[in-house]
């Protein structure tokens, strides 16, 4: 079975303040989004790749940091949402991907362990997606008044990759009726099962200048990029 991954790189990123594409901002002097094509480009499970943002200036980035780009299949414009870039992600998949992993560029430090675990897991149930238990307590509240305790037990926090069977995610885009947050909504609201594999605590979301100095600290205190993947 053929894996194809969209690697989605078109948010604009305002809450960074950088006047730019957040996949453009600089991580550890390099592009943001070149750290996860690297990690998918490692992953053997990983056959081919979309690129889905600004077309240019990904290239001209990519280029200029001589990103590995031998198993990009395809670029091409993101969308007015995140569910337009994925869709137009996938009709630029090589049609004998049969099997789809859809990975936010924002989540700059996914392992290649990480992406090939997922691919396993819904290589065996058809879908999957990494994702971390709650630790916190939660608190529901009215403004900044408790009203009360939410149980954590059976709460996970959603990351990407997140990996379906190329059919389902394609009937799941067709048949959305509305905006989803994520790729597995839509797949669980045609009935298919979702398997949850434990993903990594340094795969958070980079959204915010905080975000991005922390993944900053951590790659610094990993002395780079191969001290991460050990």
């Not at 079975?1 to 453009?24: D, F, I, T, Y």
């Not at 403004?143 to 190329?166: E, I, K, M, S, Y």
């Not at 959204?207 to 790659?219: G, I, K, Q, R, V």
Request: net charge negative; aromatic share 4%.
């Amino acid at each position: 079975m053929s894996v194809g991954a969209l690697l989605l790189c078109a948010g604009q990123g305002e809450r960074l303040g950088l006047g730019m594409p957040k996949a453009a901002a600089t991580l550890a002097g390099r592009p943001l989004f070149t750290w996860s094509l690297d990690a998918l480009d490692r992953c053997p499970a990983v056959h081919a790749i979309v690129m889905v943002g600004p077309v240019r200036t990904l290239k001209d980035l990519a280029a200029a940091s001589a990103a590995p780009t031998a198993k990009v299949a395809g670029w091409v414009e993101g969308g007015r949402e995140r569910q337009h870039s994925v869709a137009k992600g996938l009709a630029a998949l090589p049609a004998d991907c049969t099997l789809v992993a859809v990975h936010d560029s924002a989540r700059a430090l996914v392992s290649p362990d990480c992406v090939a675990r997922v691919i396993g897991a819904a290589l065996e149930h058809g879908a999957a997606l990494a994702a971390m238990p709650l630790e916190d307590t939660l608190k529901r509240a009215t403004l900044d008044t408790v009203d009360a305790t939410v149980t954590r037990a059976g709460l996970w926090r959603a990351q990407t990759p997140q990996v379906f069977r190329r059919d389902w995610l394609e009937a799941a885009h067709a048949a959305a009726q509305a905006t989803a947050t994520d790729d597995a909504a839509l797949v669980e609201a045609l009935g298919h099962r979702v398997h949850l594999v434990q993903g990594e605590s340094t795969n958070f979301k980079i959204t915010t200048a905080d975000d991005l100095s922390l993944a900053e600290a951590w790659l610094a205190g990993a002395h780079g990029e191969d001290a991460r993947w050990r």
